[in-house]
């Protein structure tokens, strides 16, 4: 059964500073892998969406990679702000139509 | 894109009551909706897999008699925290794909606050 770890679980930084989230995942098998943003008492907002084919995708100052053979996933975030301060969550599917399983998240502040 | 539109987005209970959550595809059919749970500053959990027409899958150590689903149309999937408990409080969230997507990615509820008191 898949499994997705995420670290670090808490991350500080000050504002400007550019930054790597890491998940893993134990099943190399996977047909995707998403990446969400939690804000406090919030449900969840999809980022970027990897499909196993695809090594990575890009949004605005957000960059995740896929590498299946590692299983391993990256969230680089390119000059951070305040407004970012979240919970970010990774989560995969080994199959089109199941359920994500999700990593418990990392924790972002970043300070101004 | 799609949504997924889920109500309530909270709700208090009292203790040993039962408590519907709602969780509809707008604009968009799903044959297979997702039920997770999330506690306080913890990750999602699955519960169980609502499949439309037919018994629902759950995950291991989730009582499907304590949380029934019923998944009556293309659009709807409801949860029904029976004989709700103190311990059930927490932060049920619902998800569906649609299948139509260039992405093929998953959708999320704005998710449900449970407060059994």
């Known amino acids: 059964k898949q499994e997705v770890t995420q670290i670090p679980a808490a991350l500080s930084v000050p504002e400007g500073e550019n930054l790597v989230l890491n998940c893993s995942f134990t099943?190399?098998?996977?047909?995707?892998l998403q990446w969400f943003r939690q804000d406090p008492g919030k449900g969840l907002t999809s980022l970027l969406l990897i499909q196993s084919s695809q090594r990575e995708q890009t949004s605005g100052r957000l960059n995740a990679s896929l590498d299946k053979s590692s299983g391993r996933s990256t969230l680089y975030i390119a000059a951070s702000q305040p407004g970012d301060s979240a919970t970010y969550l990774c989560a995969g599917a080994n199959q089109a139509g199941t359920a994500l399983i999700f990593g418990k998240g990392t924790t972002l502040s970043v300070s101004s | 894109g799609a949504v997924v539109s889920q109500h309530p987005s909270w709700v208090i209970c009292k203790s040993g009551t039962s408590v519907k959550i709602e969780c509809r595809s707008l604009?968009?059919?799903?044959?297979?909706m997702f039920w997770y749970r999330q506690f306080p500053k913890q990750s999602l959990m699955l519960m169980a897999t609502?499949?439309?027409?037919?018994?629902?899958?759950?995950e291991q150590g989730v009582e499907k008699d304590k949380f029934l689903i019923n998944h009556a149309s293309l659009t709807l999937s409801t949860l029904t925290v029976t004989s709700a408990h103190p311990e059930d409080s927490s932060f049920y969230i619902c998800?569906?794909?649609?299948?139509?997507?260039?992405?093929?990615?998953?959708?999320f509820g704005s998710g449900t606050r449970l407060t059994v008191v």
């Open positions: 604009d968009f059919q799903a044959t297979t």
């Open positions: 099943d190399s098998a996977i047909y995707n």
């Open positions: 998800s569906a794909r649609d299948i139509r997507s260039a992405n093929y990615g998953y959708t």
């Open positions: 609502s499949n439309e027409g037919s018994k629902a899958t759950y």
